[in-house]
Structures are given as C-alpha cells and as structure tokens.
C-alpha cells in the first residue's frame, strides 16, 4: 500500500473517531509525519502548478466528511487547506461553493464558481450553478447572460432555454419568454417541463386556447395530480367546465380517495346548478373524509339554498344528537327554522346561545332582526341593549344596528347618542368613526358625515373607502379638488379594480377641467361596474364636455335604464332634461 493511500486511509478513520465525540472549533491535525508539507509557500499565484493533489484530496476528504457531520466551519477550512494544496482542484471549489450556500455566503459562494468558469470556461454545471446563484440573489441581467452563455456553447440545451425563458417571463419582457418557450418545445418537443411552463406563460397573458393546448400536450406527457388540477383551474376559469370535470374525475378514478378533487367537482357541479350530482359527490366524500361533520355542514348549507328545508333540517338534528354543543349546526338549524317560517323555534333556539359561544354576534343580531321582522322593535332593541351590557363581547355591529333602529323609528338623534357610547365603549378607532360616518350620511348629515371620515383618515391615512368618501365629497362640491385628487389617487392605488373608486377619481378629473382624463377614467370604471348609473351620468357629463354629443347621449340613456323608475324620480328627471337638451 504507498503513502497516499494510507494517508487517506488514516484520515478516514480519525475523521469517523472526530464524529462520534463532536466536533471541535478546528479538525483534529492529521498525524505530522503521514502528511507531506506543501512544497510551496501559500503565497502562490493562484493557478501556478498544483502543490500536492494528495494533499488536497486528503484535506477534501477531510471536509466531507465534517461536513456531513454539521461542523461547517471545520469543513470550510478544510476545503480552503485543500485549495492550498492545489489551486485549480475545481471539485473542491464546487464543494466549498456549495457549503457557503449551506452557510449563507452567497456572494463568496458566487466568487469560487466564478473562479472555476476561469478554469474551465465550458464547464455548463458551473456555468448553470452561476446563473442559479444571480436568479436567487436577484441579479437577473446577470443570470440571463450567463444562459445566453450557456446557449452559445451548447445551442439547443433545454434547462439554460426553460430557466431563460422563466426569467423574461418575470421581468416582463413577454414577446423574449414566448419566443424562447416556443422554440423549446419546437426542439424538445418530449421535454414536459417545456410545455408546462409555455401553459403557465399563456395563460398568465389570456391565451386561453394556446395554455389549454400546453396543458393538454403536458399531461400526455407526464400526468400528474397537481398537473391536471391546475389544468382543470384554467379550464373553468375559461368557462369550459365539462373539460375541467372530465379531469376531476380522471383524477377520483386514478385515486378515489383524493379529497381535494371530490370537493373541487362538487363545486363546479355546484356552479352549473347541478345540484343533485354535487350532494352526491359530497356524499361520496364522506366515505373517504376525517372531517365528516364539516362535509354534512357543507350539504346542510347546500340544501338551505335550495330551500329544501326539510332535509337540510333531518340532517342538522341528526348531527346535533350526536354533538349538542356542535353550535355550527347550531347556526345552521336557526337559518333553517327561519327561513322555512318557524320563527318561534328559531327564536328559542337562539336564545339559548349565549355569550362566548360560536355564533354570539350573527345570533344577536339575528333575534334582533326576527323581532323587528314581527313589528316589535322595543324587543329588538332590548335585545342589543342586553348584549352591550356585556363588556367582554361587545361588537360594533351591535351599536350599528341599534343606531339604525333607532333611525327607522325616526329618531336620528338617539342613533347618534349610540354611537357616542360606541367611541367610549370600544375606544375612538377608525373602524367605529367609519360607521358613525356612514350612519350620519344615512340620516342626512353631510357634514357631520365628513368630518367623522376626516376622523378616520386622521387613525388610517390608508383606508381607500374614507379617502374615496372624503375625495368623492369634495370633487362633487367643487372644492379642495388638488387634495381630493391626492386622496382618490391614493384609493385607486389600494384598489385598483375598485369601479366605484374610479368614478371618484374620473369626477375630481371632470371637476379640474381635464375631461379626456375623466373619459378615460370613466370608461374604466364601466367596465368594472357595468350596472352602475351614476358612473353612466358622470360618463355622459364628460363626452358632453368634449363635443362627443352622441356619445353622451348613449351614456346618459344606460343611465336612464338602470335607475329604478320609482326609487329615483328626481335623478331620472334631471337625466331625462339633459337628453332632451343634446337631442334638440
């Protein structure tokens, strides 16, 4: 047996010794005599010949195996021995690479694989270990150079073209990640992955048809749960549900016991208004269920909608012998009774509900609503006064309600009295100043309204329904419109799919004169809320305002159609005066 030999031999078997008592703050030194000194200083250039590759292996060695043991500072200082030893040993560069990965070092991990590529310019798992190490720091340029690398070397390698096609899909340079998600499919056209990504690329920009396309040829290629369950997502959200329920089932008859899937089809059963093969499917899932309560929970639900009280009233009782105090089904039996006209054994049973149960505030204001139903408001409000004497279970929609009895019975002013005791009860937030806000508005106090709005703002410069609220007010008046601008661009920005939000911001722009710029905001706003009449009228005034005659006759007629002729007579009236103005 030569040297080198047994030198690696004798490290091996102190390293196992080292492991079984733990590691110290440096690995034990290897025998002085078995271990030859390097014959040149460490002051070396870093690529000049290599000192002793036996020593180098014997320090990797050495590191490997106090790595595998948890002691990673020992491990890199034996990887850096071992680079001492041989200075262009790439596999000892990979390993110390990898371990600062471990360590959290990225950019000294980056810096030694950058060192190799020096070595070894074609090396592709270098090269690709490179490109992953910049995607994970975030360096995107960087990491797509390196792929564009890694293509000139070897055209056509379908892992450099999927991870350069992800990182143009991410950094939205859409027309670069088609290109080059079409051509590896086109290349490989066995790849799966390759078609995988193209599908979630398509359907991110609304190709429908070329994602589903994807999917399917994907599937053919690898079926997969997860696979087919996404497919089957991107075939409902495209209105195709007999695809999607055709790959739900195929994924029950590959595995009856897959829960997800029996609920996701009794779900589009649900939506097509097949309801019959929804409870049967949930029925179904009973057998393979832990949760079995919740899925009769779930039928119960199904049934009270379709108002098939009776069952849906069999099967809570039956649930509610075996757990009295299951109060869910509790709720549902209530909703049940009520529904199906036994007021009075709804009203029993939510009197037995009391506070800290599941379902305290819905029963609350559930009572409260039955008495009220039954012409008895005292009741109802004795109800909600007994409920805020309890002050571990206040809720603010206990004195919302009581205020807007109070102002039903025509008396405003007691409903403000109540939402005084709110901002003492439960403190002055911004969520009771919105319902009081709200409350003022409903009883004819603009003013009042704003100010408590203000108040919100003042506790939450972020909430976008009180900056609308406020923003909307002043543009409708004609005033603080710079500040109304400020504050519904701020709302926009927190919902921006908010159609209502943008009617506010496309008003304040028709109120500062910019009637393009409220067009444009406008007609946004109709398409997000395209049954509103007031966004129609507002629509209307600033078409009128551009010479767009017909337009805003058009507008101002879907306004006409969408107000209720009896609620709103004086809007339809003054709606009505502006087309005959335009019509003349």
């Known amino acids: 047996m030569n040297g080198n030999k047994i030198l690696m031999l004798t490290a091996l078997i102190l390293a196992a010794v080292g492991l079984a008592a733990g590691c110290a703050s440096r690995p034990a030194a290897p025998p002085a005599e078995p271990v030859p000194a390097p014959r040149y200083a460490a002051e070396l250039e870093p690529y000049e010949e290599a000192v002793d590759p036996a020593c180098a292996y014997f320090q990797f060695t050495w590191g490997k195996i106090t790595e595998l043991g948890c002691c990673l500072e020992d491990a890199r200082y034996a990887y850096q021995q071992a680079l001492i030893c041989d200075r262009k040993a790439d596999y ?33 798992s270098a090269l690709s270990l490179l490109a992953n190490l910049y995607t994970t720091a975030s360096e995107v340029e960087k990491a797509v150079a390196v792929y564009r690398n890694i293509l000139t070397i070897e055209p056509g390698n379908a892992n450099a073209m999927l991870m350069l096609g992800v990182l143009y899909a991410g950094s939205e340079r859409e027309e670069q990640a088609q290109a080059v998600f079409e051509e590896l499919v086109a290349l490989h056209p066995e790849f799966f992955l390759g078609h995988y990504y193209l599908a979630r690329f398509y359907r991110d920009m609304g190709a429908m048809d070329r994602a589903l396309a994807a999917y399917d040829r994907a599937l053919a290629l690898n079926w997969t749960p997860a696979m087919a369950q996404e497919a089957a997502a991107a075939y409902e959200s495209a209105g195709l549900y007999e695809q999607s329920l055709r790959l739900y ?14 609920g996701l089809l009794a779900n589009i059963y649900l939506r097509l208004d097949r309801v019959e093969e929804a409870l049967a499917e949930l029925a179904e899932l009973r057998h393979y269920s832990a949760d079995v309560d919740n899925i009769d929970l779930t039928i119960a639900r199904i049934l009270l909608d379709e108002e ?10 039956e649930m509610l012998s075996d757990e009295p105090r299951l109060d869910a089904v509790r709720s549902l039996l209530v909703l049940g ?26 029963a609350v204001l559930m009572l409260a609503r039955i008495y009220h139903g039954a012409e008895d408001p005292v009741t109802a409000a004795r109800i909600l006064d007994r409920a805020l004497a309890e002050p571990e279970h206040r809720y603010l929609s ?22 005084d005791r709110a901002l003492r009860d439960l ?21 009042g309204a704003l100010a408590k709005m203000q108040e919100v703002i003042a506790r939450d410069p972020q909430d976008p329904f009180a900056l609308n609220y406020v923003g909307y007010t002043w543009a409708d008046r004609g005033e603080n419109l710079t500040q109304a601008l400020t504050y519904i661009e701020e709302a ?8 209502s939000i943008r009617d506010s911001l496309g008003w304040v722009y028709y109120r500062l004169g910019d009637y393009r710029r409220a067009v444009e905001e406008l007609e946004l706003a109709v398409e997000l809320l395209p049954d509103d009449p007031v966004i129609y009228d507002h629509l209307g005034e600033a078409y009128r305002e551009l010479g767009q005659r017909g337009a805003a006759l058009t507008a101002y007629r879907r306004a006409l159609e969408l107000l209720d002729p009896l609620q709103e007579r004086e809007k339809r009236m003054a709606i009505e005066e502006k087309i005959e103005e335009l019509a003349r």
Request: charged share 30%.
């Open 92 to 124: 000892v560069m990979r390993s110390l690479a990898m371990l600062l990965l471990r360590m959290g070092e990225r950019a000294e991990a980056i810096a030694w694989v950058q060192r190799i590529i020096e070595l070894k310019p074609a090396d592709l």
């Open 398 to 419: 206990f004195y919302v309600t009581l205020a807007l009895l109070h102002a039903e019975w025509h008396d405003a002013g007691q409903g403000i009295l109540v939402f």
């Open 427 to 447: 403190g002055p937030t911004a969520r009771v100043f919105f319902e009081y806000a709200l409350y003022l508005d409903r009883i004819g106090d603009g003013e």
């Open 337 to 362: 009774y009520y529904r199906s006209g036994q007021v009075a054994r709804a009203r029993a049973l939510l009197e037995e509900i009391r506070p800290g149960d599941y379902g305290y505030e819905e």
């Open 492 to 499: 926009v920005r927190l919902r921006p799919e908010d159609g």
């Open 249 to 262: 089932r195929q994924m029950i008859a590959d595995d009856p016991t897959d829960e997800r899937a029996r």
């Open 308 to 317: 098939r009280y009776q069952e849906a009233l069999i099967l809570l009782h």
